[in-house]
Structure formats: structure tokens, C-alpha cells
Nanobody, 127 residues
Framework: QVQLVESGGGLVQAGGSLRLSCAAS????????MGWFRQAPGKEREFVST????????YYAASVKGRFTISRDNAKNTVYLQMNSLKPEDTAVYYC????????????????????WGQGTQVTVSS
């Protein structure tokens, strides 16, 4: 079965950095687009970033653009989210997700586009 396992979350001070990883198994990783979403307490899940299967196209939420970088290593079946200049409002559970959609991303994709989800990793940014 498909498994997506996130890691790399933790507690960091504002202005700091974290790198999240998501290891995938049970699917042909190199053919799936991957995404990151987050959910803060009392809020709905929101889109963070996504990357096409080839790695040649990425898209970011306005709130993280310029601070976060998504990347993937198809040889390792892993997608990453490098988060710099973290702010307290970035505090959330971060989820990775996989989509069979093979096209490029030019706007915010709906969560319903993604077929598989991980369990999430907590990121807490202190002020």
C-alpha cells in the first residue's frame, strides 16, 4: 500500500530554518506530483507548495513564496520542503501528499487533487 512518511518537524525560533522530508513507498514516485499542505489549530488545511513529477515545475502559496523551497529526489523517493525565515504563523502540522496529476501547476491546487496523504509532522515556531 502507499505510504507517505513525513519527518523533520520540530520546535524552532522565529527566523530559523527547518527541512521537512517525505519518504514515499508503494507508488511509482517519479510519476507523481507531490505537495505540502499545513493545518494550524482551529484552521482549515491550506496549501503550501507543490512540485511536478519531473521537478521542473513548482508552485507556492503567497504566504511562503521566497521563504520555502520544495524539491524532490526521484532516486530516493523523497520530497523536501526547505523552510527558511520561519514565522510564528508558520506553526502547523505539515502534511505531504501525492497526486497522479501529471501536468504543471500554475495556480493553487485543491486538496482534492491529491490521492495520498501522510500523517503529518508538527512544526512549531516560537516568537
Amino acid at each position: 500500500q502507499v505510504q507517505l512518511v513525513e519527518s523533520g518537524g520540530g520546535l524552532v525560533q522565529a527566523g530559523g530554518s527547518l527541512r521537512l522530508s517525505c519518504a514515499a513507498s508503494g507508488l511509482t514516485f517519479s510519476t507523481y506530483g507531490m505537495g505540502w499542505f499545513r493545518q494550524a489549530p482551529g484552521k482549515e488545511r491550506e496549501f503550501v507548495s507543490t512540485i511536478r513529477w519531473s521537478g521542473g515545475n513548482t508552485y507556492y502559496a503567497a504566504s511562503v513564496k521566497g521563504r520555502f523551497t520544495i524539491s524532490r529526489d526521484n532516486a530516493k523517493n523523497t520530497v523536501y520542503l526547505q523552510m527558511n525565515s520561519l514565522k510564528p504563523e508558520d506553526t502547523a502540522v505539515y502534511y505531504c501528499a501525492a497526486t497522479a496529476y501529471g501536468g504543471s501547476f500554475y495556480s493553487t491546487p485543491p486538496a482534492s487533487l491529491y490521492d495520498y496523504w501522510g500523517q503529518g509532522t508538527q512544526v512549531t515556531v516560537s516568537s
